[in-house]
């Protein structure tokens, strides 16, 4: 399964954006890369899936890089409710349905 | 509509005794995959299971085992339980299988071993 780094923490403040980034320079062709965030005391949450092509849904937007060595996750304005561990993973494709977590990125917003 | 179920929420067991947990998966979803989480080690990979068969397994010893039925429902169970074996432990459900799909979470089962 292809490796993903990310810093293990960032700050924001409430109502501004929040940049999160991985990078994932062994990402082969057909992976995919996702997004999920788990929140205290609760199960992971998906929040955004992509291949190459940017993608938007109500939760987040992901950005990938054209090489797609890395991506970046897109919180517009962050909330309290945000404030959640966030993991970027590649699936292994193939029909199976296997995710990797990592430590992911604590993000912590302030009010 | 309902998301993934998983019963019971909590379970207290003593060392050497045996654990089953139930994982109800999204109506549809035919992929139910279970992971264990733990302070030390995170999130980790358990099993996958698609149309009642075993398609991926993770690096935990045999005492972890599953199965899921015909209606996609699925069971784990954990034999001769040790100390290490307190975990929160979650499932997720899938459509299908593949990279490109979505899964769902449960709640997650909160074991703890005595």
């Known amino acids: 399964d292809a490796k993903t780094t990310q810093p293990n923490s960032m700050e924001s403040n409430e109502e501004e954006p929040v940049h999160l980034p991985c990078n994932h320079s062994?990402?082969?062709?057909?992976?995919?890369i996702h997004w999920y965030r788990q929140l205290p005391s609760q199960g992971p949450e998906y929040v955004i899936h992509g291949l190459t092509s940017n993608v938007n849904n109500r939760m987040a937007s992901l950005a990938i890089a054209e090489d797609r060595k890395s991506s970046t996750l897109i919180l517009h304005r962050a909330t309290l409710r945000d404030a959640a561990v966030y993991y970027c993973?590649?699936?292994?494709?193939?029909?199976?349905?296997?995710?990797?977590f990592g430590t992911g990125t604590r993000l912590l917003v302030s009010p | 509509k309902a998301g993934v179920t998983q019963t019971p929420r909590y379970l207290i067991k003593t060392r050497g005794q045996q654990v089953t947990l139930s994982c109800s998966p999204i109506s549809g979803h035919r992929s139910v995959s279970w992971y264990q989480q733990t302070p030390g080690q995170g999130l980790q990979f358990l099993f996958e299971y698609f149309s009642e068969t075993q398609r991926n397994k993770g690096n935990f010893p045999g005492r972890f085992s599953g199965r899921q039925f015909s209606n996609s429902r699925s069971e784990m169970n954990v034999s001769t339980l040790e100390l290490g074996d307190s975990a929160l432990y979650l499932c997720?459900?899938?459509?299908?299988?593949?990279?490109?799909?979505?899964?769902?979470f449960g709640q997650g089962t909160r074991l703890t071993v005595v």
């Open positions: 997720a459900s899938s459509l299908v299988a593949g990279g490109g799909t979505e899964a769902f």
């Open positions: 993973i590649l699936p292994r494709g193939g029909g199976f349905q296997k995710l990797v």
């Open positions: 062994t990402i082969s062709g057909t992976d995919y």
